[in-house]
């Protein structure tokens, strides 16, 4: 399974990471909506855990932005 986490707090990417990795075969985190966009274009996540309160693209505006091409 492919997870991406995108949060704009390091510290919260590198906690799940440590949380997640071992139930996943391929885990990404993005510190920016831009670079969770990115990822999920190259990679195509099975989940995406997106953090809603993002200072250059909220989540919202992430998951519209993925609606377009997904």
Excluded: H, W, Y
Excluded at 44 to 67: F, S
């Amino acid at each position: 399974m492919r997870i991406l986490v995108i949060d704009d707090d390091p510290a919260m990417t590198e906690l799940l990471r440590i949380l997640l990795e071992p139930a996943s075969s391929n885990l990404f985190t993005a510190n920016s909506g831009k670079e969770g966009i990115e990822i999920i274009q190259s990679q195509g996540p099975d989940v995406v855990i997106l953090d809603l309160m993002m200072p250059d693209m909220n989540g919202k505006q992430v998951c519209e932005a993925v609606r377009e091409f997904s």
